[in-house]
């Protein structure tokens, strides 16, 4: 079982930027590859970024690589997003989830097995 706790959305002006994190609670943190993914009002949940449990691996959305950049530290069993030069269209619930490690990160919400219960991120034009 693992248990995970999002933090550090809010409210920033374009431009601007967040940084996420998703604290992870009980056993083999290492041992699970990690996602981040949003979902904004009306719209489906999508697709951010994932990580391998080692961090070696990382795989981003079209719409955020160059501006996000996900990280683990396994010793604080903590994964982060860092948001750089964030839009509008980025406002949604971020939840951060968890999965038994696996050959390719994966970036389908339904392979992911925990997840937290997500942090608003609002980005004002």
């Known amino acids: 079982q693992v248990q995970l706790v999002e933090s550090g959305g809010g409210l920033v002006q374009a431009g601007g930027s967040l940084r996420l994190s998703c604290a992870a609670s009980g056993r083999s943190f290492s041992s699970y590859d990690m996602g981040w993914f949003r979902q904004a009002p009306g719209k489906e949940r999508e697709f951010v970024a994932a990580d391998s449990w080692s961090g070696s691996s990382t795989r981003y959305a079209d719409s955020v690589k160059g501006r996000f950049t996900i990280s683990r530290d396994n010793a604080k069993n903590t994964m982060y997003l860092e948001m750089n030069s964030l839009k509008p269209e980025d406002t949604a619930v971020y939840s951060c989830?968890?999965?038994?490690?696996?050959?390719?990160?994966?970036?389908?919400?339904?392979?992911?097995?925990?997840w937290g219960p997500g942090t608003q991120v609002t980005v004002s034009s």
């Open positions: 989830a968890a999965k038994k490690t696996s050959v390719v990160v994966s970036i389908r919400d339904y392979e992911y097995t925990y």
